[in-house]
């Protein structure tokens, strides 16, 4: 935990804020609610990323791009995006998680150079906030972002999820205990992520995704989110029902992280 009490995650969230109220190159920056949806409803219709993870073998795997992270320090120092993504997407990945955000060493530029470079459906991995990031991750190539409940009031969270929806992006929504999956739910969320990793001390509890299996019915599909480090960890997570595994670590620091991630999906 870090000094005088504020999280790892609040530090990134004030980070974010700092960011987001700095004068902005980008276009989106000082557009109306509605012109922000008229910009996003011009950019090409994104993938089926839910569909993707449902259609295929289950769990589904969604293999992230991660150079770094506050906990671990550098996982594959100044690693290209597009080489890992090519090596996901030719080894069974249904999906693919690019990190945006600096605390981690990764940028919007690295979704934009993945979206040019493979297929798979693309999950923009950012402390999203506000609807010119959705824009924005919309613009560089994503077909679905990431919501974090414990960063968003609840009027907040069902607005972005409803302007998301309406671009039609789809929506990991992230959460961490039973009534975080409620508001997640409540505020409209289809897809429905529990984070073994406690985003505010970085700590794993490598149960959490799977003891949570219970509370999300079955219509909604369920991602177990951090924290594989084995091939037996998967499977388990696998026999709790998961639909979905997010996996970023693991295939990050493999030697050869195509060959980590093909074996583990010819194990589940
Ligand atoms: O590297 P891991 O333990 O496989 O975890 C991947 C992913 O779940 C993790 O990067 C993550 C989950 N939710 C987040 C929110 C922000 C940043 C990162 C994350």
Do not use: W
């Not at 550098?74 to 995006?81: I, V």
């Not at 919007?108 to 924005?136: G, H, M, N, Y």
């Not at 924290?227 to 639909?243: K, N």
């Amino acid at each position: 935990m870090s000094d005088k009490g504020s999280t790892y995650l609040d530090k990134i969230l004030a980070a974010k804020r700092a960011e987001l109220a700095a004068p902005r190159a980008t276009r989106s920056g000082a557009l109306t609610d509605r012109e922000l949806l008229e910009l996003g409803a011009r950019l090409p219709r994104p993938r089926d990323f839910i569909g993707a993870l449902r259609e295929g073998p289950r769990p589904g795997i969604i293999a992230e791009f991660k150079r770094a992270s506050p906990s671990a320090g550098a996982l594959r120092e100044g690693a290209d995006a597009r080489q890992i993504a090519m090596l996901y997407a030719a080894n069974g990945a249904a999906c693919m998680s690019v990190l945006c955000d600096k605390h981690f060493q990764g940028s919007l530029d690295d979704l934009r150079s993945v979206r040019q470079s493979v297929a798979l459906p693309l999950l923009a991995k950012d402390f999203i906030l506000e609807k010119t990031q959705i824009v924005e991750a919309k613009r560089v190539g994503a077909d679905c972002v990431l919501l974090i409940v414990a960063a968003l009031p609840a009027p907040q969270l069902r607005n972005l999820i409803e302007f998301a929806h309406t671009l039609e992006l789809q929506v990991l929504c992230e959460t961490r205990d039973e009534a975080e999956i409620d508001r997640a739910m409540a505020a409209g969320a289809k897809l429905i992520g529990v984070n073994s990793r406690d985003l505010q001390t970085f700590e794993l509890d490598p149960d959490r995704a799977a003891k949570l299996r219970k509370y999300v019915p079955k219509s909604f599909t369920y991602v177990a989110e951090s924290g594989v480090r084995t091939i037996d960890d998967a499977l388990r997570l696998r026999d709790s029902g998961a639909d979905a595994l997010l996996i970023g670590s693991y295939f990050m620091t493999a030697e050869q992280p195509g060959e980590a991630l093909r074996e583990l999906v010819m194990a589940l």
